[in-house]
């Protein structure tokens, strides 16, 4: 038997690889498929790895499946970016729209850990206001949380990953301190700082789910760079190498190559278990509880898949917005070459950041905010940036490639609006599951446009303040899918209540970050595992009442 | 192979400043009878020449990851060799010498915290918790300026310049209590670098400081703590800074590659020869109670 583990799954046997040791095993409990399981959950990353943790942790007998493999990132990672795109969910989608999204890479994951496995590990709070962003902010839908709640929430995360951060949080109302303590800063992220002194404004090192110290059996980051590719020492605190081995000790099994196809729902309008494809073969999992938490494409996907006689829409659809309000965030950016060695590409590539424009209101012509960091490309991805941002080929490409220890940049992380338009609906076409495949439609609407040519100029002229010369904008990237499956107070302008559990079908829930209603200007994983954390409080609390 | 060549250059110069140390004094001849002053400037010796030590290879390790950017940083890796061979002689070397050695290692000392004051003042950010965990340690270099203090009080005790008793048991209380002080702060601030990640990292920020303020109660003629009380703590003091090095030797197996990436670790794991620093420290401040019980000599 191959021992490829994007061939034939290694979560078998009542056993799960040990991602600390090459080679390595652990023990793991294993459910049959006839055994009504309480909670089944579809995907592993940030929300589905999180409450399988969580509900484990609470005592209910829970199955999570991942469509990818299951790594060992001390054997499995080289340092070799094409070789790690195997982190990437790679299958067959369909783009359109006005402003098209590229699909298949930072914004995607196929492993257990999801997209974690490679993540920035960029970890910020919502601006409290966000919340409410309707009422108190005037834009985009109100959220059915409340921030206090979300803040305790978002320190039990901090905590579980032992995130690494500044001693004092510039913006915001007061957090308790970091558990670890902010990395040293690389010369990029001094770059950043130069740049916000000149303008006025705070900054602060970024707080970031990578080792400062050691933790348990992972090791203190050795800077080496290729975060965004798979960590290969742990020190970045993915959800495989925190909430999963944490899942299975407490008795959760991870079934890996699990690509959920279908949800199966009863006459009675509950769901009785997922169909799913493993080793070749249709299985059927029988459980009590279906959480759907394959993010914001394939969640989706998974509920229109999941049509039925009885709902002839998709499951959870009463309200027609599943797949509906798909919101990304921009991601621009400035670069420039500067006369110092910068090598951007060693340590964490997003080491400090400014949230001042997430945080002050005057002086801007849009809704929403954003933040700016640090960058880091690797040379491939730089390659690619040069040739797809400055039409860059050939002779010239490979004269600018010879700057590349010299590049500084800044990027935005920006919070796009939500639009209806902006959507996940099936194709025609099948994958290799014979499955219909995704169609994604996205379209920047005035408001966006108007928050990335604030951000260009700003991010330009902190730029032009360090001794970074010839600088460029980079105008056409996103980031981090949200939205499809949103939260709020209404079965008919939302999919799940605060609970994350849908209106239509009791015992469906959805957990990941499809249930945002608007994205914010940070990084949505603190807040996806925050969301999951108060998710596995809430079904547990439910339990206990006899709610489920 | 930079990297070889230092450590076999650094330890050249520790093995020689320990053997000329030990030379010169295995030529001495033994004391008709030993009084309390000569325990005392001996103990005050091995305090100077441990300190010294710690600063010989904490500053080479440290100096040699900055990458010696400046001929300055070779400075404290001479000066503390020198140091260490003076106090380990005892008085068998020139008395001149060892006066010139101890003074040369507190300029030196002052010299270097301007410098680490400068090398963080001048970066971005300025004062920032960034800059004092990650530029220059501010404090560190002070160690070789007390080492040199010390050394300076083992030559003047032994030349009988300076009196054995009270007042300068008390004197040197007071010295070692500060140093044991500033040594905690430092301590302290990288520590809470670290996160106080294993719970035995409050150990040094614990029993040194109860040690620091018996003596400082010994200085200022309180009363109170008995010299007993004291003796006890200083001997805790010495003890953490030993089992320190065991516990940085864990802290570097706990790095990526472990103990076979020592040519990494060694850098950038918790410094080895950092805590014995404590133990030269508290060896100094048991000579200083020596020195109180003197009445007869």
Not at chain 1, 294 to 310: C, F, M, Q, V, W
Not at chain 1, 409 to 417: A, I, Q
């Amino acid at each position: 038997m191959s021992d490829d583990p994007m061939q034939t799954p290694r979560a078998t046997k009542g056993r799960a690889p040990d991602v600390f040791m090459p080679g390595g095993w652990v023990p793991m409990r294993e459910y049959r498929e006839d055994e009504k399981v309480d909670f089944v959950i579809v995907g592993t990353g940030a929300g589905g790895g999180t409450l399988a943790c969580k509900l484990a942790e609470a005592g209910f007998s829970v199955v999570a499946m991942d469509a990818g493999p299951y790594w060992r990132p001390l054997e499995d990672f080289a340092s070799d970016e094409s070789h790690q795109s195997k982190l990437y969910w790679t299958d067959d989608r369909i783009v359109d729209g006005l402003n098209p999204l590229q699909l298949g890479s930072n914004n995607s994951g196929k492993s257990v850990g999801g997209s974690t496995v490679h993540f920035a590990m960029v970890s910020l709070r919502f601006r409290p206001e966000w919340f409410k962003s309707r009422s108190k902010l005037g834009y985009g839908f109100d959220w059915p949380l409340d921030w206090r709640e979300m803040w305790a929430y978002y320190r039990e995360v901090e905590d579980a990953l032992a995130i690494s951060g500044p001693v004092n949080y510039p913006w915001g109302p007061p957090r308790p301190r970091y558990p670890y303590r902010a990395h040293q800063l690389n010369a990029a992220a001094l770059a950043l700082a130069e740049g916000c002194e000149a303008m006025g404004i705070p900054w602060t090192e970024t707080p970031i789910a990578t080792l400062s110290a050691p933790r348990g059996r992972a090791r203190p980051c050795v800077y080496r760079g290729f975060c965004v590719l798979g960590c290969s020492t742990n020190a970045k605190q993915s959800a495989l190498v925190t909430w999963i081995p944490r899942a299975i000790a407490a008795g959760a099994e991870i079934r890996d190559l699990a690509m959920v196809g279908r949800v199966e729902v009863d006459r009675s309008d509950r769901a009785t278990g997922v169909h799913y494809h493993r080793n070749g073969n249709w299985r059927f999992q029988r459980a009590r509880n279906v959480v759907v938490a394959g993010y914001a494409i394939e969640t989706p996907r998974l509920l229109l898949n999941s049509a039925s006689d009885r709902f002839p829409e998709g499951l959870a659809n009463s309200s027609g917005l599943v797949g509906k309000y798909i919101t990304v965030q921009s991601n621009q950016a400035v670069w420039g070459t500067s006369d110092k060695e910068i090598r951007s590409y060693k340590s964490p590539p997003s080491l400090a950041l400014t949230e001042h424009w997430n945080y002050e209101d005057e002086g801007k012509d849009f809704h929403g905010g954003y933040c700016y960091m640090s960058q880091g490309p690797e040379p491939q991805l730089w390659a690619n940036t040069l040739l797809s941002g400055r039409g860059l080929w050939g002779d010239a490409l490979v004269s600018e490639m010879q700057n590349y220890n010299h590049v500084v940049g800044l990027k935005m992380v920006g919070e796009m609006l939500p639009q209806e338009r902006n959507a996940v609906t099936l194709a025609d076409e099948t994958d290799q599951y014979g499955l219909p495949i995704p169609c994604v439609t996205y379209s920047w609407c005035d408001n966006d446009r108007a928050m990335i040519d604030h951000a260009l100029g700003f991010m330009g002229q902190a730029l032009r303040a360090t001794d970074a010369r010839d600088i460029w904008e980079q105008t056409d990237d996103t980031c981090h899918l949200n939205g499809g499956a949103r939260m709020g107070d209404d079965p008919r302008t939302s999919v799940v209540d605060a609970d994350c559990r849908s209106w239509d079908i009791p015992n469906l829930w959805i957990c990941d970050g499809s249930v945002f209603p608007t994205v914010g200007g940070v990084n949505p994983s603190l807040t996806i595992q925050a969301i999951a954390c108060r998710t596995g409080d809430r079904i547990a609390a439910m339990a206990r009442r006899g709610e489920l | 192979m930079r990297g070889r060549t230092a450590a076999i250059a650094v330890s050249g110069l520790f093995a020689a400043a320990v053997l000329g140390g030990l030379a010169a004094r295995g030529r001495r001849r033994p004391p008709a009878r030993r009084t309390r002053r000569d325990h005392a400037a001996r103990q005050l010796d091995w305090g100077a020449a441990t300190l010294a030590g710690s600063v010989l290879f904490d500053s080479a390790i440290e100096h040699y990851r900055g990458s010696f950017e400046h001929l300055g940083m070779y400075v404290p890796l001479a000066v503390a060799s020198a140091s260490m061979a003076t106090s380990l002689s005892g008085g068998r070397c020139p008395g001149q010498l060892r006066t010139g050695t101890s003074v040369a290692a507190m300029l030196a000392g002052v010299a270097g915290l301007g410098f680490h004051v400068y090398d963080i003042s001048k970066r971005t950010g300025g004062w920032s918790w960034q800059n004092l965990f990650y530029a220059a340690p501010v404090g560190a270099p002070g160690a070789l300026s007390l080492a040199g203090l010390i050394g300076l009080a083992a030559q003047q005790l032994r030349s009988g310049d300076w009196p054995s008793d009270q007042q300068s048991g008390r004197a040197l209380a007071a010295l070692a209590s500060a140093g044991i002080l500033g040594d905690v702060a430092e301590v302290w601030l990288l520590h809470f670098r670290g996160a106080f990640h294993n719970p035995a990292m409050y150990l040094p920020v614990t029993v040194p400081p109860a040690a620091s303020l018996a003596l400082a109660g010994i200085a200022v003629g309180a009363g109170r703590p008995t010299l007993q009380t004291t003796r006890g703590w200083l001997w805790a003091t010495a003890a953490t800074g030993l089992a320190g090095v065991g516990f940085h030797a864990w802290g570097v197996h706990r790095m990526m590659g472990g103990w076979r990436n020592w040519s990494q670790n060694l850098l950038d794991g918790p410094p080895l020869p950092a805590p014995p620093s404590y133990t030269g420290l508290a060896i100094a401040g048991l000579a200083s109670l020596r020195m109180m019980e003197d009445r007869h000599d």
